[in-house]
């Protein structure tokens, strides 16, 4: 792009005069045709629902652009201390029905496409799931956005424009298949390019030492190879408020260099190459949800995010504060979403000793001022190490400065504990060994304020297991902060029968008070109140019929009892406890053991990672259960299973407000905290679930009345570890007895002899970590009272009213005013009249 600047210092004033936008659905509408016929260049004959998205979505942003720019000016008139979200993942969804609820257009806009004779949900349905994430992590860093914005906080999210978000996810016999998911084909009508804040982002090289002009020795990255950063902007409007924050994700670009050197030199099809090489940077999310180990293009990815967004924040400082660092820290504060942005530490250092001319200690002092680090695993495995060799290849300077915040750090523990050499390397950065690694997190915790896990027994398992020698060193930097949702998205927007009764019964205070939904305590009692509530629960349980039928050809009924399971494939989550449960349902229904059988619908859904092949096989074999079930005479209605394929965003929207009973079945300890938990709670779903994650604080909130409780415990499952016996545990259930023989007489695999053979041999396995023999009796069990409950309609009403009722504690409004209190401290900022600079 041509960079040149208006020649006069400032472009002309009457470049923005401009009268405010319309609001009512006449300018809607006429705004739309503008948009159809002039930008878009279609006419009535465009047969493709995409383009009358498109034009909907740039009416919408238009009414959002005045308030950004009022957003950001007001931000730096302010000079406010400003919150940096670093994240790798940001699983946005949809963005339209989102903007249209926080913007209160939403009436106008349906009275407008009556008028234009065009359907809002339909339209709505034309865009593509911003699927920037893998999972819960992800989920939670694009809610943590509304809240904020909400709350008015002044905080921008920083991440990574990835070219092929999350991969689809097909079925096919059964197995799932990755697609690349393309999501940008079509383009982003959201977004904003802004070149003219790109970085240079550097890689591999050496360092050097020099002596600058004022004759004081320092060190130099030299010869690296770069790769330009350029920042598209997406809004994130709050709800019934004039802000508008950022999320600023960056792509990669190759520089100029690249034409001028090689292309020069007659290298032309090795320079176009090289020139991917850079581009290739951002190209793709990696579909794991655990660490996958020592992926040199994923090590790239995370300090291309890391040095890109510290640069942008050190420019914005510079062009106010100039190269006046004492401030910085009172100013500015990074939350790292778990280690993956890590290289932000010594990156910080780097850039303001390197090229800012600071002293190691100021700049330390900085640093560790302004770093904050939410953990979100449990799983030592899943905890990130990179192999030392890639970074000496690719970031030298980096791994200088790693290794001096290692010795300081050393000595400090040396000092504490003198004599404890072992102390010493557990606790180093750096894990010896033949291929020796440096540990992320343990960098990220020595470089940072604030160390929080993401629920009460995540955070309390995490200080006494694997952060347990840091604790002990900095107990003050450690603490909780339970997850929560956006109750905008997962509840307003996704539930409309349900938003109306609420509002209608007790005000709309709850879209931004969540805990006002306590006011429907009381009417729990009400048999007119209960009625209403079935229908609306009834009308979901239609809307998730269709969407089952569409993309899984399997006939549910609303009458029957829907379980849902959605959520990432893990072997920790167990869908396969809840896989023997459907084959022992099922071997009930062959033995004729069905007096006052409930029917059930059960739902299955979530991607595996590509290349974990138990979980491959887990899908497998929910696939093969349901073709068995749901083609059996003899089960009929009683029992349907659906494994929805490409689960994503926009459908948990269907799915949850859709949902009679909610699974949340990890082995306890193992699960940071859950989020899905938490959506199907907010849209009247009774939880079926072990002691884990936040699955024990919404059993707090509701009551053990209210929530079917099985298995083991955190402390009960590291205690039966040793001596685990499943074997006998299967001999001893008979239910468990029959259940086995049949996936072993190959009942659900006839014509493909052995496919279960491992997931067999894993649950009998003394050493399966997960358990699941052990709990199949308990969960049985609470199923069995589940089935009870659910005939009785009218005490079912009352719960699901109960678990609504309480489930404010979980909005993430509540969890970011609890970062903004203990962590952050920023102040709420409202936007105030144009100011006249930008950034
Ligand atoms: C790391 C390195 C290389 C490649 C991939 C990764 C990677 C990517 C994503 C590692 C982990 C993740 C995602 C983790 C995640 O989603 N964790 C979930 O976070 C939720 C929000 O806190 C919790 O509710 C869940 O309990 C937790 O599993």
């Known amino acids: ?61 238009d009414r959002i652009m005045e308030r950004w720019r009022k957003t950001r000016c007001t931000y730096k008139e302010q000079d406010c201390r400003r919150v940096h979200y670093l994240s790798m993942e940001y699983l946005m969804g949809r963005a339209l029905s989102n903007a249209m609820l926080n913007l209160g257009t939403e009436e106008e806009t349906i009275k407008a496409l009556h008028k234009l004779g065009m359907d809002l949900e339909e339209l709505e349905s034309a865009e593509q799931d911003a699927g920037l994430g893998n999972g819960g992590l992800g989920r939670l860093a694009a809610c943590f956005l509304d809240s ?25 016999k059964g197995k799932q298949v990755e697609e690349p998911d393309h999501w940008l084909e079509t383009g982003n009508p959201w977004e904003l390019e802004r070149p003219e804040y790109k970085q240079r982002i550097q890689y591999g090289g050496r360092s050097e030492e020099y002596t600058d002009s004022n004759g004081q020795l320092r060190r130099r990255w030299v010869e690296s190879r770069d790769v330009l950063a350029v920042p598209f902007d997406i809004p994130i409007a709050g709800y019934g408020n004039d802000t508008v924050n950022s999320l600023r994700l960056w792509k990669a670009m190759a520089t100029q260099d690249f034409d001028l050197g090689e292309f020069n030199a007659g290298f032309y099809p090795e320079s176009v190459a090289a020139k991917t090489a850079a581009e290739h940077i951002t190209m793709v999310l990696y579909p794991n949800d655990a660490s996958e180990n020592g992926k040199e293009l994923r090590l790239k990815q995370q300090y291309f995010l890391a040095s890109a967004s510290l640069k942008d924040v050190l420019r914005r400082w510079v062009y106010i504060h100039g190269d006046e660092f004492s401030d910085f820290a009172a100013k500015n504060c990074f939350q790292l979403n778990d280690t993956h942005p890590s290289f932000a530490v010594p990156e910080l250092m780097r850039l303001l000793m390197d090229e800012h001319g600071l002293q190691w200690d100021e700049a330390w002092e900085i640093t560790t001022k302004s770093m904050a ?40 523990v ?14 180093s950065v750096i894990e010896e060994g033949g291929d020796p690694q440096v540990r992320m997190a343990y960098l990220a915790i020595i470089a940072s304020y604030s160390i929080n896990g993401v629920a009460a027994l995540h955070s309390k398992l995490l200080v006494n297991g694997l952060f347990r020698d840091f604790h002990e060193l900095w107990p003050e930097r450690f603490n909780n902060k339970t997850n929560g949702v956006t109750q ?106 069905t007096t006052d059988w409930q029917p ?53 929207e269907v799915i949850c407000p859709g949902a009679d009973l909610s699974v949340q079945i990890s082995t306890a300890g193992k699960e940071a905290s859950g989020t899905g938990n938490m959506k199907f ?111 009785d309609q009218q005490k079912w009403a009352k719960k699901s009213i109960l678990n609504v009722a309480y489930s404010g504690k979980f909005s993430s409004d509540r969890t970011i005013r609890q970062y903004n209190e203990e962590i952050w401290k920023t102040t709420p900022t409202t936007p105030m009249s144009p100011g006249a600079i930008d950034e």
Request: with cysteine; glycine share 6%.
């Open 373 to 412: 680090y939410t953990n979100h695993t449990l799983l030592p495995e899943a905890l990130e190490k990179w192999p030392l060799r890639l970074f000496q290849q690719w970031l030298p300077r980096l791994l200088e400065i790693i290794y001096e915040i290692n010795a300081n750090f050393l000595s400090e």
């Open 681 to 791: 709670m907010m849209n009247g779903a009774l939880t079926i679930g072990t002691l884990d994650g936040a699955n024990i604080e919404i059993l707090e909130e509701v009551g053990a009345e209210n929530f079917f409780l099985f298995g083991l415990n955190a402390h009960e499952v590291s205690e039966l570890r040793s001596g685990y016996d499943p074997r006998s545990t299967v001999k001893q259930n008979p239910d468990l007895t029959r259940v086995m023989r049949l996936l072993q007489s190959g009942h659900f695999n006839q014509f493909e002899p052995g496919i279960f053979d491992t997931i067999i041999d894993s649950i009998l396995s003394p050493h399966d970590p997960w358990l699941v023999a052990a709990d199949f009796h308990t969960f049985v069990q609470a199923q069995k009272q589940v089935a009870e409950e659910f005939q």
């Open 1 to 61: 792009m041509n960079q040149r600047s208006f020649e006069k210092s400032c472009p002309p004033e009457n470049l923005t005069n401009l009268p405010p936008l319309g609001m009512d659905a006449d300018d809607f509408v006429d705004n739309f045709r503008r948009y159809y016929t002039y930008h878009l260049g279609r006419d009535k004959n465009c047969r493709l629902l995409h383009y009358a998205f498109r034009a909907l979505a740039l009416v919408q942003k």
């Open 600 to 652: 059930r619908c059960i739902l299955f859904g979530g991607k595996a990672a590509p290349g974990y092949t138990m979980a491959k096989q887990i899908i497998k074999l929910i696939c093969n259960i349901a073709e068995v079930v749901n083609n059996d005479p003899q089960v009929g209605d009683k029992l349907k299973i659906a494994f929805l394929p490409n689960y994503r965003v926009s459908v948990m």
């Open 488 to 593: 905008r998205r997962w509840l307003a927007a996704c539930n409309p029968g349900l938003r109306q009764l609420l509002n209608t019964t007790i005000g709309q205070g709850w879209c931004t008070e969540l805990e006002q939904l306590k006011k429907l305590v009381p009417y729990a009692e009400d048999p007119a109140f209960r009625e209403k509530w079935r229908l609306v629960k009834h009308h979901n349980k239609e809307r998730l019929t269709e969407l089952v039928k569409a993309d899984c050809g399997v006939t549910f009924d609303p009458n029957a009892l829907f379980e849902v399971q959605v959520k990432r494939i893990h072997e920790y989550k167990r869908q396969l406890l809840s896989a023997l449960h459907v084959i022992h349902l099922y071997d009930r229904i062959k033995q004729g053991d």
């Open 414 to 427: 040396a000092s504490k504990w003198p004599g404890e050499g072992d102390r010493q390397q557990r606790m």
């Open 148 to 172: 904020c914005a909400t709350l008015q906080l002044p905080v921008i999210g920083y991440g990574i424009r990835y070219e092929y978000g999350m991969f689809r996810q097909a079925i096919k």
